[in-house]
């Protein structure tokens, strides 16, 4: 199984100060907020001053928040308590030049954005610069071979995708399947194994409120089930499974 990397962002600056409320308080908010949306704390983790779960998923003050609003469901799919609203029919993904400098990543999030395109889904994306966007994301590189993401906020997607450019080594279908898998949390899916990450050997927890069984899909963890697995298999296809072509049409 091809491993995730740990997470790894950018805030404000290493020797930038006052530049906002104070982290640390706001990442206690966060903190608590997910234990009471039913996260396991060990699932929990800060990095570079910004919370994390599930590993590549960013959270920002405001979608913990909205994790603790009523929500449909229940407790093989699962999403967040929060969407991409209806106002949002256009995404635009915007690739930094230093992305669009790697080809394999370039060419993966041109495949990414044609199997999302290809359900035609009520959302629409399109890579940027371009017009028309009713929402925007931006796609940057990180180091290592992961990606990270996190999940909406206020009805939107979340607004940056970040992809180690250690996968310019790896294959196309790699390449596509990380990004698409990126993008899916930018939307509000889950890993869905999320409860019993075997392949990774981490269990991420129940997550309450936060973990939405979405009807039509399976409730156990499949190898290559899923491309939102929380591991990607060693020779992906970077295509949708049945039941990730069931989850998106039934939320979008």
Known sequence: MFQRAAVLVVSCGTVLVGCGPDPKSENQEILSNLI??????????????????????HVSLEASREMLQP????????????????????????????FNSYSQLSQGLDLAIQNYNALALR???????????????SMQTTTGVGGSAGFP??????????????????????????????????????????????GCGVNEGT???????IPGTPTTFTVGGSIMNSCTPSNPTGEFTSSDITALNYLY
């Open 36 to 57: 009471e949306a039913g996260f396991a704390a060990d699932d929990l983790l800060v990095v570079d001053e910004a919370v994390y779960v599930e590993r590549d998923a």
């Open 71 to 98: 929500g449909e469901g229940s407790a093989e799919h699962y999403r967040t308590t929060n969407l991409v609203g209806t106002s949002v029919t256009k995404i635009c993904i915007n690739p930094t030049s230093t």
């Open 123 to 137: 959302i629409f994306f399109a890579r940027g610069p371009t017009t028309g966007c009713t929402a925007n994301i």
């Open 153 to 198: 906020s206020g009805g939107l997607p979340y607004g940056t995708i970040r992809i180690g450019t250690g996968l310019q080594s790896y294959s196309l279908d790699m390449n596509e399947h990380v990004i698409t898998h990126e993008i899916g949390h930018t939307l509000g899916l889950r890993h869905s194994d999320y409860y019993s990450q075997v």
């Open 207 to 213: 997550a309450g409120v936060g973990a939405i069984h």
